[in-house]
């Protein structure tokens, strides 16, 4: 994704919004600013729901990154209370959870299959994003 920071690799941008949500779980709002840091298709598996809540997002959003911070990579698939999904349509639900909490609006997201992005590219200058 090119940005005024640079091309974003697909699973940069998957961890800052994971760094976003965690910081919103933690205070109770959505940072006002976060630093930005350089770094297939898989179907939604083994569920009837259609929906998901931005609470299930956000928990996922901090396991993810800890196991990010921890292990130096990003799991294939990634399971919100019970679904499991591929990073695309993990990237998707946050950018919709992060866009909510910002409205204040708690319906839930509806849950759809985002095919992985074949190539990614990343020549990201570090920055800050800003939240007015």
Not at 37 to 66: G, M, S, Y
Not at 88 to 109: G, S
């Amino acid at each position: 994704m090119s940005t005024v920071f640079g091309n974003i690799k697909f699973q940069s941008l998957l961890y800052l919004y994971t760094r976003a949500l965690t910081m919103q779980k933690t205070y109770g709002t959505l940072p006002t600013f976060l630093a930005v840091r350089p770094w297939n298709n898989i179907p939604i598996t083994d569920t009837n729901k259609k929906t998901i809540t931005t609470q299930d997002i956000t928990q996922t959003a901090i396991e993810v990154k800890n196991f990010l911070e921890y292990h130096k990579y990003l799991p294939d698939y990634i399971t919100i209370n019970g679904i499991v999904v591929n990073q695309a349509t993990f990237l998707q639900l946050l950018t919709q959870t992060t866009i909510k909490i910002n409205n204040q609006d708690t319906t839930p997201l509806t849950l759809q299959n985002i095919k992985q992005p074949t190539t990614s590219t990343d020549t990201t200058q570090s920055g800050t994003l800003t939240h007015d």
